[in-house]
């Protein structure tokens, strides 16, 4: 911390040395210059007259879309037991896939650091890298629109999530416990089984119930890429500019969103 | 009577849920919901049949990508989805310090909080595919659309877990500014945020690297991005081209996601 003597015999001080001071301006200067660089780039073909004209047209798509169109609702009853079924369905296949992934991704309990850990790993990059939207996007073209390809979407999305989270935690137990039941001379699935196990299963369920949560959420804009559930009729009423009836199934996905947040806090609060 | 008699007792780990009722009727209940919704799954195994001849040619796509026959697409869509990317980080921390400043219950007023802790709840609950399409319709096609969507997620996320941060600090700093008589905007500047900015940044890579992935997505409504490029190819059933857009965004999170962790590594 450089102190500068001035003149009058006062000392003041300052947080940076000079060399400091242009050295962190001119990483800002950097900083902002690139971003203006990529603004520029990015809005080479923006037409501007849309731009200046969107309030207009929020207020126009907004005054087409109250009153919502109540009738509606009971034609999405269908639609989000789908969307249900899609979350929890894909959240268990993505839980019975993930655990042997994240067994093999964890440091502590690989069979070969050198070999079958980075590909674990990759298993879970991968998965993770890709929004569960764009995995089904893929499985409508292979599997055909439904609720089957929503399913395996969200189960392929959700891999990386609860393999990731869950090996860092298979990494953090306490090995100590594990050595005292190696102690006892017992096998490998026994150590597994009584050594590990209980000592990431909070974990575990909060994880999965988290990823649950999630994946509610993600489950209802699915449809619009055509893989089942309540984000079909979103698409439909919005290629037909229903906009009564987007205003409602809004509603209805924001009301499933906050119901589905209370209860895995519920859970987490009860299981942790 | 002898003790040999005695049935052997065997050790059983304790369940996890004490009351043997509610056991049961959540296992009973899992049964019953498993049972009706694998019920109302509907599977056409004529298409399924049909799509394993695409899956294979999709993993097949996957081991040798195309990279050339939509190059041009391809570096198109990816400078629109990097772009929007930094632009939209920016934008969105330039936003949400305030607004994460206002949501936090020790440094600010009461009324104060409760306004940008609403911000932050409206973010937060509206996804960013439904924001894009709303806003596609209001601005137009392109990536200005998807830029306006993730800076309005980046909000949501940033702001929320800055307040958390700045509500866990330590008081004492703060306590210390202001004892010499600082005003509210040195108390910030020099008793908070010292306290956070490394978080802050940690955050903000963070965020970088999750508007990267949501850059493809927005793509798919029409907002702009890689997302765009890879629908084309995915409606039009190239799925070496898909593979190689695929294999990109992987290989781009990847070396975001090592580069970030260096920079953490060194601030922290």
């Given at each position: 911390m450089p102190v500068t003597a001035l003149p009058e015999g006062l000392r003041s001080w300052q947080r940076r040395t000079p060399r400091g001071q242009i050295a962190v301006w001119f990483g800002w200067l950097l900083a902002v210059a690139f971003t203006v660089f990529c603004w520029r780039v990015m809005t080479q073909g923006t037409i501007w007259a849309f731009v200046w004209d969107a309030p207009t047209q929020a207020a126009d798509i907004g005054a087409r879309m109250?009153?919502?169109?109540?009738?509606?609702?009971?034609?999405l009853l269908k639609p989000l037991w789908d969307t249900l079924n899609i979350a929890t369905l894909g959240t268990l296949a993505a839980i019975v896939l993930s655990v042997p992934v994240a067994f093999l991704a964890a440091r502590n309990t690989t069979?070969?650091?050198?070999?079958v850990r980075p590909l674990a790993l990759f298993v879970i990059v991968a998965s993770r890298s890709i929004n569960s939207i764009i995995w089904a996007l893929l499985l409508v073209a292979i599997l055909g629109p439904g609720v089957l390809a929503g399913i395996v979407a969200i189960a392929l999305r959700s891999i990386g999530f609860i393999g990731k989270l869950l090996y860092e935690a298979i990494e953090e137990i306490d090995e100590g416990q594990v050595e005292a039941i190696r102690a006892t001379g017992a096998s490998g699935a026994q150590t597994l089984a009584y050594g590990i196990v209980p000592q990431i299963m909070p974990a575990f369920a909060g994880i999965s119930v988290f990823r649950w949560d999630i994946n509610i959420r993600e489950s209802t804009v699915?449809?619009?890429?055509?893989?089942?559930?309540?984000g079909l009729n979103l698409e439909s009423s919005l290629n037909t500019l229903a906009w009564p009836q987007v205003t409602l199934i809004l509603m209805v996905i924001l009301a499933t969103v906050v119901v589905s947040e209370w209860v895995s806090a519920k859970v987490r609060h009860a299981i942790i | 009577m002898s003790a040999a008699h005695a049935p052997a007792r065997r050790w059983r780990p304790p369940p996890l849920i004490a009351n043997p009722y509610l056991r049961y009727a959540l296992l009973v209940g899992a049964a019953l919901y498993l049972a009706l919704a694998l019920g109302s799954v509907e599977v056409n195994w004529a298409r399924l049949s049909d799509g394993w001849a695409r899956g294979l040619r999709f993993v097949s796509g996957f081991l040798?990508?195309?990279?050339?026959?939509?190059w041009d697409d391809i570096v198109q869509g990816m400078i629109e989805s990097l772009t929007m990317t930094v632009t939209s980080t920016v934008m969105g921390i330039a936003i949400s310090v305030p607004i994460g400043i206002g949501a936090a219950?020790?440094?600010?007023p009461r009324p104060v909080y409760y306004v940008c802790r609403s911000i932050i709840a409206v973010s937060r609950s509206l996804q960013e595919i439904i924001v894009a399409i709303l806003l596609v319709a209001m601005v137009g096609f392109g990536p200005f659309a998807g830029f306006l969507t993730l800076s309005f997620a980046t909000i949501g996320f940033l702001s929320k877990l800055l307040a958390e941060d700045i509500e866990d600090i330590d008081p004492a700093p703060v306590e210390a500014i202001r004892a010499t008589g600082a005003p509210w905007p040195s108390l910030i500047a020099f008793g908070v945020l010292p306290q956070v900015a490394p978080r802050l940044l940690g955050l903000s890579l963070y965020r970088l690297d999750i508007n990267f992935r949501e850059s493809a997505v927005v793509g798919i409504v029409?907002?702009?991005?890689i997302g765009a490029t890879l629908n084309t190819a995915i409606d039009r059933y190239e799925f070496d081209s898909a593979a190689a857009i695929l294999i990109l965004i992987i290989a781009i999170v990847m070396a975001s996601e090592y580069v970030s962790g260096l920079i953490r590594g060194r601030v922290k």
């Open positions: 109250v009153p919502p169109r109540w009738s509606y609702f009971p034609a069979p070969s650091v050198a070999f699915l449809g619009l890429v055509g893989a089942g559930g309540i | 040798e990508p195309n990279f050339s026959r939509r219950r020790n440094v600010v029409g907002a702009g991005g």
